[in-house]
């Protein structure tokens, strides 16, 4: 168990739909990070947040936006979504801002249908 | 533009014999690396990392070795287990430390007993 946990597990929904990931990072951890994992590719980097700002932005949709709240748990919002959005959401943690050693959590299994 | 490559998608070894995984980079400015290990349903779980002023880091069963000229790096595990089955993922990071780390597809590990 990493620490990280992420809600929900299993998601399925309808194209053109709005979703909310939500990831709770280990005790200590300032940094979240958000990746996608499609079928047959790696974790692609979409965004981090350190201590409540926005750090560094990798291959986000305009469709995507996230945030870090005061309580240091984060948001993945996915709006108008698409079947390619199909994947799973991993979220991870870190101490520090820099991309050092990050813990995953569990993901979320997203099916758009 | 895939910067971090595994190029075997997926590996048998027998119990007990040495397994070696394999990870080709393009960016000569990736300053540390990671292996992640991944089982189903789980998120990835950090395995060990190496600095790129070292060639070589061990940890138990596990060794990274860097190759900087070839931009070459693999993981050894000796003796493989039936446990270490997994899906390794190879992560490099280049300075400054907030730039994002940069995955690899994966290789899919089976220790046959």
């Known amino acids: 168990d990493s620490g990280v946990t992420q809600t929900p597990k299993h998601l399925i929904t309808a194209t053109g739909q709005r979703v909310t990931l939500r990831c709770s990072p280990r005790?200590?951890?300032?940094?979240v990070y958000w990746y996608q994992q499609s079928l047959d590719q790696g974790l692609q980097f979409l965004i981090q947040?350190?201590?409540?700002?926005?750090?560094a932005k990798g291959n986000i949709l305009e469709r995507f936006s996230a945030q870090q709240f005061p309580d240091l748990h984060s948001e993945l919002n996915l709006s108008s979504l698409e079947l390619g959005d199909s994947a799973l959401y991993f979220c991870?943690?870190?101490?520090?801002?820099?991309?050092?050693?990050?813990?995953f959590g569990p993901g979320t299994r997203l099916t758009v249908l | 533009d895939q910067q971090v490559k595994q190029n075997s998608p997926s590996l048998s070894v027998q119990e007990g014999r040495i397994s070696i995984l394999n990870c080709d980079y393009t960016?000569?400015?990736?300053?540390?690396f990671l292996w992640y290990k991944k089982y189903p349903a789980e998120g990835p779980t950090f395995l060990i990392s190496?600095?790129?002023?070292?060639d070589k880091n061990e940890d138990g069963r596990f060794t990274v070795f860097l190759n900087k000229s070839a931009k070459h790096l693999s993981l050894h595990i000796v003796p493989s287990q039936p446990g270490d089955s997994a899906v390794y993922f190879c992560?490099?990071?280049?300075?400054?430390?907030?730039?994002?780390?940069?995955f690899g597809k994966g290789t899919r590990l089976s220790v046959i007993a």
């Open positions: 991870a943690s870190s101490v520090l801002a820099v991309a050092d050693t990050q813990y």
């Open positions: 005790s200590g951890d300032l940094s």
């Open positions: 960016n000569s400015m990736f300053d540390y």
């Open positions: 947040y350190y201590n409540g700002e926005e750090r």
């Open positions: 190496i600095s790129s002023i070292k």
């Open positions: 992560a490099a990071r280049r300075p400054p430390g907030n730039t994002p780390l940069v």
